[in-house]
């Protein structure tokens, strides 16, 4: 099988759909052949020297590239003048918003192309290595973070000097996604306030999680599917939201906003009064420009000041060697999902492949149908009242056995105190009682104790050591000395272990 990697026209593209590094894996794991376009990795700042010593074959043309492959590689979707130089059969992975764009599915199904969109990948664990939206919405996160410092004319960070006190930048972020995640995590490193707003309700713990406060309205309503993503709130809800808007346009410095749905026109979140209410020297970056825009007054791929001095940023830079080296690594996942260059396969049945794969054997496969990323939580009385019954009954259980373990030493101890010396007796009635106690203690300990418990533990054997000592004799043949001996040998080894354990689980948390 043999792998073509074009250079990108689109416009303001730079990133490339293979790296020197992806290329060696392409070659020496999966088995392929590679063919690049002279200078398509250029703007992403990759020589064609570096390719060809990867591996790669490098071509001077598209038509060459084009007409070498069997599977394409790119970031952008094809255009018809790449569609013409297509052959029947040619798979291609890319970007191509299938439900913004049905007349470029019927294009590629038209010429018989076995067309992947990599924005299509359906957002379940085992296609997390695939999911081009998440690696490229984290870069996309800690950019706009980076861009909107690059425009606040202040700290992010407070301080207090000789001079004055400055106050810490406000960071209100509108969507908890990658991005979201990503630009709270940024903007709190670099130590602004940090606020977040999503509709969905599962996303508060890994807000505050980061350091971030989670903002909410008081009607209550879950935006959560089982899709991943949210759902069309109610008007209500719209309308306390917009009012929570209002409210922080006048607070905060800098917006950063990362709704978007895929095939469908980014939701209008910060209205023109939004920004009218903001002060002056403000920032907001706009995340979803390329479908629309989250603000109403946003220029897609333009940044510009508004009149009220908020400067709105609506294209970010793409970072592109780092994205395209992110990018190709999961396009090399899913490849290597379908297999080798010698047994390389399209497998319809597999989840992934087959909701992915929007045109094939000359057919249009969209939309497909739904999977579920995460099972939805579903109340059962039933399962509740049986899991209740199930924690009775081994309580239960457990106490019958701690009843009938006490019984049986009561006797045992009944039955040797008939026979045995006083002195005897006594030893053995606290040997007896240590061990069961000791045992019980350890054995109900949680996991997470287990290494603190080590140092009670290590103790004990110490005052274990001293006993043994003092009961050791001259003569090694009496059996005091034997035990004694055999205590003091148990201690050391327990001492010796705890201490090993510990320290290896010490080491796990220190710093390299």
Known sequence: ???????????GEQRVGATPKTVIRLIKKQGFEVYIQSG????????????????????????????QADIILKVQAVSDHEIEMMHSGQVSLSYLAPGQNPELLQKLATKGVNAIAMDAIPRISRAQKMDVLSSMANIAGYRSVIESANHFGRFFNGQITAAGKVE?????????????????????????????????????????????KFLTVNIIEDGSTSSG???????????????????????????????????????KLWLEYHVAAMKSGSVIVDLAASSGGNCTETKDGETYTTENGVTIIGKLDQLPSQASQLYGNNLCHLLDDMGKSDDWKIDMDDDVIKRAMVTYNGDVNWPPEPLPVSPQKVKSTTSESNTNATKVDKSNSRSYSTV???????????????????????????????????WQVIWNVSHSLHTPLMAVTNAISGIIIIGGLLLTEHDLTSPMTIVALIAILVAMINIAGGFFVTNRMLKMFRKK
Do not use: C, W
């Open 168 to 212: 810490p930048a406000k960071v209100l972020v509108i969507g908890a996604g990658v991005a979201g995640l990503a630009a709270i995590g940024t903007a709190k490193s670099l130590g602004a306030i940090v606020r977040a707003f999503d509709t969905r309700m599962e996303v508060e713990e890994q807000i505050q999680s980061m350091g971030a």
């Open 1 to 11: 099988m043999k792998v073509g990697i074009p250079s990108e026209i689109a416009a």
């Open 40 to 67: 398509a990795g250029i703007k992403a700042n990759y020589a064609d020297a570096e390719y060809s010593s990867s591996g790669a074959t490098i071509l001077e043309s598209a038509q060459a590239v084009y007409d």
């Open 229 to 267: 993503y949210s759902k069309v709130m109610s008007q209500a809800f719209i309308d306390a939201e917009m009012k929570l808007f209002s409210e922080q346009a006048s607070e905060v410095d800098i917006v950063i906003t990362t709704a978007q749905i895929p095939g469908r026109n980014a939701p």
């Open 404 to 438: 009938i373990s006490l019984v049986f030493m009561g006797a045992l101890l009944y039955f040797l105190g008939l026979y045995a010396p006083k002195e005897f007796m006594g030893h053995f009635t606290v040997f007896v009682l240590s061990v069961f106690i000791g």
